[in-house]
T-cell receptor, first 115, second 107 residues
Framework: EAEVAQSPRYKITEKSQAVAFWCDPISGHATLYWYRQILGQGPELLVQFQDESVVDDSQLPKDRFSAERLKGVDSTLKIQPAELGDSAMYLC?????????????FGEGSRLTVL | RKEVEQDPGPFNVPEGATVAFNCTYSNSASQSFFWYRQDCRKEPKLLMSVYSSGNEDGRFTAQLNRASQYISLLIRDSKLSDSATYLCVVNDYKLSFGAGTTVTVRA
């Protein structure tokens, strides 16, 4: 079982509905990432936090996606409204600090299906 | 051109065989490189870092060719448990993942 906790594991929703995913990183890990992985593709970074601050959200579709890490610990990723193309695995990862070591610890992911 | 490109495979090999595959990257300024392993419907996990001088960890060998901008992963004496998707990760200003190379080891 992954040390990074994510919920829900599975979510089925209809388009135009709101969806939220939660992530609790490994204790002490300052850097938190949200990735999206479409079947057959590699993970794509959506947003990166350093403590409570966003350091990279250049690939986050801000018209419908939002992410927060208010106290620098756990994090929430929200989609509103969901679209069919949002169906994917949403992976949360954490690392001790920035990307230098390249070692990210991933959660088991939240699989979203939009109908 | 994608930042990181991998041959998707699949590479179907018998147990005990050697399998090798490459990953090319577009940014010549990339600083560091990694291989991750992802089992079916599981999360990615770090397999090994790739150093300029090459890196070996048991049956796995990773190499970097900066001149041609690619990294490679070689698996010797393949085991059934090596069946997975291997993701190439390149660190420039962010960690960029390739789409993965699928390896299936058959008995």
């Amino acid at each position: 079982e992954a040390e990074v906790a994510q919920s829900p594991r599975y979510k089925i929703t209809e388009k135009s509905q709101a969806v939220a995913f939660w992530c609790d990183p490994i204790s002490g890990h300052a850097t938190l990432y949200w990735y999206r992985q479409i079947l057959g593709q590699g993970p794509e970074l959506l947003v990166q936090f350093q403590d409570e601050s966003v350091v990279d959200d250049s690939q986050l579709p801000k018209d419908r996606f939002s992410a927060e890490r208010l106290k620098g610990v756990d994090s929430t990723l929200k989609i509103q409204p969901a679209e069919l193309g949002d169906s994917a695995m949403y992976l949360c990862a954490s690392s001790v600090r920035d990307r230098d070591t390249g070692e990210l610890f991933f959660g088991e992911g939240s699989r979203l299906t939009v109908l | 051109r994608k930042e990181v490109e991998q041959d998707p495979g699949p590479f179907n090999v018998p147990e005990g065989a050697t399998v090798a595959f490459n990953c090319t990257y577009s940014n010549s300024a990339s600083q560091s490189f990694f291989w991750y392993r992802q089992d079916c419907r599981k999360e990615p996990k770090l397999l090994m870092s790739v150093y300029s001088s090459g890196n070996e960890d048991g049956r796995f060998t990773a190499q970097l060719n900066r001149a041609s901008q690619y990294i490679s992963l070689l698996i010797r004496d393949s085991k059934l448990s090596d069946s997975a998707t291997y993701l190439c990760v390149v660190n420039d200003y962010k960690l960029s993942f390739g789409a993965g190379t699928t390896v299936t080891v058959r008995a």
